[in-house]
């Protein structure tokens, strides 16, 4: 008979080991699947995890891409991860996302077609404001009545979209796009364009925010008072309350963090990658974000690594659907099953387990 | 604007039909809940049940098998939930937002080529003598088998948790884990079958949606009902009663936009079509600042992993 047994600890070195762990699991389970609708599994696998880095002939494009899809992964999820840790279940980073490309892209529109060096910072505080006033509405509501943020944050994802889509269709957009729904295309004003720092790496300003966002979070964490108290919030909500922590400061800091941070990764996109406002801009970075945190351990570093596998598994998907003809949903798949077998393999980091009969059985 | 367009007869029958997806999916849930578990994965149990439903209804041509086997395929999503949780003692809320993700990655690989089909669907079911009741009849009492089904559902899962001993044991490990497993009721096993119910609920639904209210497979269809569905059984108090009530009022705001929208409401299409989730909202605030306490009615192990130590 089986049994689990409680660590009095977390293992550490099972914390490191559960994430690969899930990655080789999804690996084999990922490639009976293909196998299943009639693709190689080897192939596929090669396809999603290998191609995109070191194929001759398509890494030159897709290698760029990675820091791309990666940097809104790790801004969103470094902001998630601090609400998790203190037990505040922020799903609707998706709509602040959204919120905070609208909000940016808004502010420096009005301002067209000026020209200075102000308005990309301008747009970037904007976004930051528009993610952030999107995530107080489920903190204050929290704080205020007590009202479930799990439900409401991810309702006013629903809201945000519809939002977007008047938007793109009506006030944001372009006076000269012939009619076309879609703003202005961001990218290509010189004054709000966020283009490559260094040439051909990916590397734009929001990256380079998304790392800086991963060493703030690691100092907070482990070196602020305030970090502390978030970790202890979450872990012992009761002592929390008796040593002096305010619950309803830490869920406006948690939510309103996240709320910037997914907001500046929203801008950032709009004027970088994406350049436009437009209906389909939401693509979801919002909420494979989660599975990024969890697959970071909610640990900043941990984060970092989950975001560029994360982005590793968009590219080569996208890669397998162009070659190997695999649905793209298929990948979306995939990341559920990673965060399924992550979730699953996470026992082993809180439980031993032991052979032989439990003590009831006597 | 012809608000005269609008037949009231048609509207509340309309009504009936949209929402019997989100009063299968949420009464489901409600009993998930009352066993202390809490399974946000509703939307992708619903989707899923969507798709498989529709994918068995045209390839055999029977509705009611499809539903059938979306029932199944929503349970047997939810054991995957139920294992990772209750087993491996995983968090509720991470693995619920799992199923989803991959309930709506399943659903639309197993979808693709079915997209744009037109399948058949459920058969009106006229209840003698009383759907040729005038006004009324045609109201409540000419429409298909599933309907009457989820208010049968809804009726029986009400006395089920109100008078009979399973329903008890049900509550009890909802209430207080500990005590029950003290007690020698069998926690995990409780736990489980109540998820599978669950799943099976919302896999009807789910095919209600893609067999009877749409009728056709789209990708990503159930766009937040699942998760309205969780706002429903927080707004019914934990209640099959109200769970009805807060479907049918649900159902009344879409079908009412529609109807807005279909009678020539030009301005502000996309305000019509937030309003659901905007009303979803100051409905939650309005029960939980209702409330001395601040969740009066949740099962008090709601959530709580269980982890039999003695």
Partial sequence: ?362 | MDLSSINPILLVASIMVSATPILLAAIGEMVVEKSGVLNLGVEGMMITGAVIGFIVAINTGAPLLGFATAAIAGAVLSLAFGVLTQVFLSNQVATGLGLTLVGLGLSSLLGKPYEGQKTVTLPKLDIPILSDLPVVGRMLFSHDIMVYLSLCIVVAVWAFLKYTRAGLILRAVGESHESAHALGYKVIRVRLLAIMFGGACAGLGGAYLSLVRVPQWTEGMTAGAGWIALAIVVFASWRAGRVLVGAYLFGGITVLQLNLQAAGLTWGVQYLSMSPYLITILVLVFISSNRSGSSHDAPANLGQTFHATR
């Fill in chain 1, 1 to 362: 008979m089986i049994r689990l047994e409680k660590r009095p600890q977390p293992s550490k070195a099972w914390t490191v080991a559960t994430p690969i762990l899930a990655v080789i699991l999804t690996m084999i389970f990922g490639g009976i699947m293909f196998g299943l609708i009639g693709t190689s599994p080897v192939e596929a696998i090669r396809t999603i995890f290998w191609d995109p880095l070191f194929h001759p002939q398509f890494a030159g494009f897709s290698r760029p891409q990675l820091l791309v899809k990666a940097g809104p992964l790790i801004l969103i999820a470094i902001g998630l991860s601090i609400g998790f840790r203190a037990g505040i279940w922020n799903i609707g980073a998706e709509g602040q996302y959204i919120m905070g490309a609208i909000c940016g892209a808004g502010a420096g529109l009005a301002l067209y077609p000026m020209e200075s060096a102000l308005i990309l910072p301008l747009m970037i505080v904007a976004g930051a404001l528009g993610g952030w006033a999107w995530a107080m509405i489920p903190a204050l509501l929290k704080v205020r009545f007590g009202t479930n943020e799990i439900l409401v944050s991810l309702m006013l994802v629903y809201v945000a979209e519809n939002i977007l889509a008047s938007v793109s269709s009506g006030l944001l957009r372009n006076p000269e796009g012939m009619g076309f729904p879609g703003s202005r295309n961001l990218s290509q004003w010189s004054s709000s364009q966020n283009l490559e720092l260094i040439p051909n790496t990916g590397m734009h300003l929001g990256v380079l925010t998304a790392f800086i966002a991963v060493i703030l979070a690691y100092v907070l964490l482990t070196r602020h008072i305030q970090g502390y108290n978030i970790r202890l919030t979450g872990e012992a909500p009761r002592a929390a309350k008796f040593s002096g922590v305010s619950p309803a400061r830490t869920i406006l800091f948690c939510l309103g963090l996240a709320g910037a941070l997914a907001g500046m990764a929203g801008l950032f996109e709009v004027t970088g990658p994406a350049g436009q406002v437009s209906i389909d801009f939401g693509s979801g970075y919002g909420f494979t974000a989660i599975i990024v945190a969890f697959l970071g351990r909610l640990h900043p570093v941990g984060i970092l690594l989950a975001g560029l596998l994360m982005a590793l598994t968009y590219i080569g998907g996208e890669l397998a659907q162009l070659m190997l003809g695999v649905p793209g949903a298929s990948i979306q798949l995939f990341q559920g099953m990673l965060l399924f077998f992550l979730l699953g393999v996470d026992v082993l980091t809180n439980y031993r387990v032991r052979w032989g009969t439990s003590e009831v059985a006597r």
